[in-house]
């Protein structure tokens, strides 16, 4: 499953229940605001993790709207519950530790969005070979 950093977003939300686990229902009846202003339903909360190379991140409070496109993570949610940073580049972010500055993963943009998934992170040493080999042609 995809799931897409949004640097607006206030809430981790996923359309698919499948992707929580310990999920319950929702209880309230606050409904999730999209860009055009138009409420969905909340219909579960539940929690997730992202398994990529070298490093678990958490995704708690995950509301499951079955009519959002996407699944998105709050990108200042995540900062805190994995105590990592993005960088942002043109075609590419980097997920690095807040303590050590060591990078943890990289993905690329994906129809022009940033995407976390399996299939764009990359391991560690391939993006350090990758760094390496984009310096050295740069001389």
């Known amino acids: 499953m995809d799931w897409f950093p949004d640097t607006s977003a206030n809430q981790h939300v996923t359309p698919d229940l ?3 686990t310990g999920s319950k229902p929702y209880l309230s009846n606050d409904h999730f605001h999209v860009s055009d202003g138009k409420g969905l339903f909340i219909f579960n ?32 949610k995540f900062f805190l519950n994995n ?46 070979w990758s760094l390496c080999i984009s310096t050295s042609a740069d001389l």
């Open 18 to 20: 499948a992707n929580l």
């Open 45 to 76: 909360i539940g929690h997730t993790k992202l398994h990529p190379p070298k490093q678990t991140f958490t995704l708690p409070n995950v509301l499951h709207v079955p009519h959002i496109q996407k699944s998105l993570f709050s990108v200042q």
């Open 83 to 128: 105590n990592i940073y993005f960088e942002f580049h043109s075609f590419v972010f980097y997920i690095k530790d807040v303590n050590t500055n060591a990078l943890i993963l990289s993905g690329q943009s994906k129809d022009g969005l940033y995407v976390l998934s399996e299939s764009s992170a990359m391991l560690i040493s391939q993006v350090y």
